[in-house]
């Protein structure tokens, strides 16, 4: 059974960079897509972007400044970096693996990320 | 981008009962339709995919249909651990959209 799980500090000063790990279990990362999403509170849910096993990335042009993606696939991870946060990226981030043909299959359970000074 | 409006935003209803949400894409996105379910505190559940197919290892009261613009999530009979919130999200091209989603709430 594949698992997801997020990693990261859970509070970030404004203008800093927003730093997150995704560990995946269960299975490899050298296959399908692997991607962020975020829910603000109280909001609906934001596609951050995604990546494949070879550092192909493809990102939300609403957020594509300031979004980096990486993926080490000798620990199974895949990160995502934020920069210059302000206090709407605070939100419930995300790590999801996505399948072409059948959606947003995996997902972790999410971790809570506030921007405050 | 694909927008994608879901109706209604919430709903009550009873354990027992059938219900119906809805999504509109702007544009046509053939099948390329997955609904969720999301539970405070717990990982978001793949519920349908590909507008109709049912993801292994949901209850069978989940079902799915449509295409192009018009798509419809039921639940044949409402169970207690069925209230959450649910949404739609467009695969057919990326930026990646979801509806705005739908509360589910015992009446």
């Known amino acids: 059974q594949v698992q997801l799980q997020e990693s990261g500090p859970g509070l970030v000063k404004p203008s800093e960079t927003l730093s997150l790990t995704c560990t995946v279990s269960?299975?490899?990362?050298?296959?399908?897509?692997w991607g962020w999403i975020r829910q603000p509170p109280g909001k609906g849910l934001e596609w951050i972007g995604h990546?494949?096993?070879?550092?192909?990335?493809t990102y939300n042009p609403s957020l594509k400044t300031g979004v980096t993606m990486s993926v080490d696939t000798s620990k199974n991870q895949f990160s995502l970096k934020v920069n210059s946060v302000t206090a709407a990226d605070t939100a419930v981030y995300y790590c999801?693996?996505?399948?072409?043909?059948?959606?947003?299959?995996?997902w972790g359970p999410g971790i809570l990320v506030t921007v405050s000074s | 981008d694909i927008q994608m409006t879901q109706s209604p935003s919430s709903l009550s209803a009873s354990v027992g009962d059938r219900v119906t949400i809805t999504c509109r894409a702007s544009q046509n996105i053939r099948t390329y339709l997955n609904w969720y379910q999301l539970k405070p505190g717990k990982a978001p559940n793949l519920l349908i995919y590909a507008a109709s197919s049912l993801q292994s290892g949901v209850p069978s009261r989940f079902s799915g249909s449509g295409s192009g613009t018009d798509f419809t999530l039921t639940i044949s009979s409402l169970q207690p651990e069925d209230f959450a919130t649910y949404y739609c999200q467009q695969g057919y091209t990326t930026p990646l959209t979801f509806g705005g989603g739908t509360k589910v709430e015992i009446k």
């Open positions: 999801v693996r996505r399948d072409i043909n059948s959606g947003l299959d995996y």
């Open positions: 269960g299975g490899s990362i050298r296959s399908y897509f």
């Open positions: 990546i494949n096993y070879s550092g192909s990335t």
